[in-house]
Nanobody, 123 residues
């Protein structure tokens, strides 16, 4: 049973950057496919980025070219580097892990979730 804890959220001006981190305990991330989702107020949880066992990555169109997902297996940590932030990126960001090896886009395909970290982008 993996336990996920996110950090790195905060308030940033439009055009700025943040790096989110997700520390995993209880399982090795080398055996998990990992992803980031976000949920804006009054919206459903939406896919942002994912990284498979093979380190293949996939991004939502809205963040492609601005966000980068990566993993450090030695630290059992997954990162989301967010650059050129926009007001519409404002949301609670959640880290997710799946026992399946490949890219998963639907939140109900993930087995483990963190508690979320708030990202607020001021325009």
């Amino acid at each position: 049973q993996a336990h996920l804890v996110e950090s790195g959220g905060g308030l940033v001006q439009a055009g700025g950057s943040l790096r989110l981190a997700c520390v995993v305990s209880g399982d090795s991330i080398s055996k998990l496919a990992m992803a980031w989702f976000h949920r804006a107020p009054r919206d459903a949880r939406q896919f942002v980025a994912a990284i498979a066992w093979s380190d293949v990555t996939y991004y939502a169109d809205s963040v492609k070219g601005r966000f980068t997902i990566s993993r450090d297996n030695a630290k059992n940590t997954v990162y989301l580097q967010m650059n050129s932030l926009k007001a519409e990126d404002t949301a609670v960001y959640y880290c997710a892990g799946s026992e399946n090896s490949g890219i998963r886009l639907n939140y109900n395909e993930y087995d483990y979730w963190g508690q979320g970290t708030q990202v607020t982008v001021s325009s």
